[in-house]
Each structure stands twice: as C-alpha cells, then as structure tokens.
Nanobody
C-alpha cells in the first residue's frame, strides 16, 4: 500500500520560504500523480500542485503559480514543494496526496484540484505570520 510522509512545515514570516517534502513508499509502478493540497480552518480544500511520476508534467493552483514549485526525485520517491514569497493566506495544513493514474495521467494532472485522492499523508502545518 502507498504511504506518504510529509515533513518541512513550520512558522515563517510573510515573504519567507519553506520547502515541504513528501516521502512516498509502496509505489509499484510509474504512473502516479503526487502532489499537495491544503486545508485552512473554515475554508474549502485547495489542490495546490501536482506532478506526474511518468513524465514530470505539473499543474498549479492559480493562487500559488509563480511562487510555488513542485519537483520529484524519482530515485528517492520524494516529492518536494518549494514555497517562496509566502503570505498569511498560505497558512494551512498541507497534505501530500497521490493517485494511481494508470492510463489517465493527463486527466489527473489537469483536474488535480477536484480529485478524490487515493492516498494521503497526515499533513504538516504551515503558518505564515504577517
């Protein structure tokens, strides 16, 4: 079974940076989409970014495009989310999530924000102070 473990959250001042890591295990083929979503109190879940393990294609939420960068180290089965120019509205619990995307990678990447993810981690808190 796929397991996802996040790390790298914390407290940062507005304008600062953080890098989240998601260590994945149990991946038994190379057609997954792995990414991040966040949940803030009183707000709806937001799909932040994702990346396909097969071809590295990515998708970003409009709210983070240009500030966040997702990347993958396939050898380590680890996905990273580099978050720059953080703002207080980025404060949330960030969850790593994965979906088996066999034969449907492009669709999963395109619709990351609205998918029900097959697997998810326990989350890591990101707090941005003003």
């Amino acid at each position: 079974e796929v397991q996802l473990v996040e790390s790298g959250g914390g407290l940062v001042q507005a304008g600062g940076s953080l890098r989240l890591s998601c260590a994945a295990s149990g991946l038994n083929h190379d057609e997954y989409v792995i990414g991040w979503f966040r949940q803030a109190p009183g707000k709806e879940r937001e799909g932040v970014a994702c990346i396909a393990t097969s071809d590295g294609s990515t998708n970003y939420a409009p709210s983070v495009k240009g500030r966040f960068t997702i990347s993958i180290d396939n050898a380590k089965s680890t996905v990273y989310l580099q978050m720059n120019s953080l703002q207080p509205q980025d404060t949330a619990v960030y969850y790593c999530a994965a979906e088996d995307a066999t034969f449907i990678t492009a669709a999963v990447v395109r619709n990351w924000a609205t998918h029900d993810y097959d697997y998810r981690g326990r989350g890591t808190q990101v707090t941005v102070s003003s």
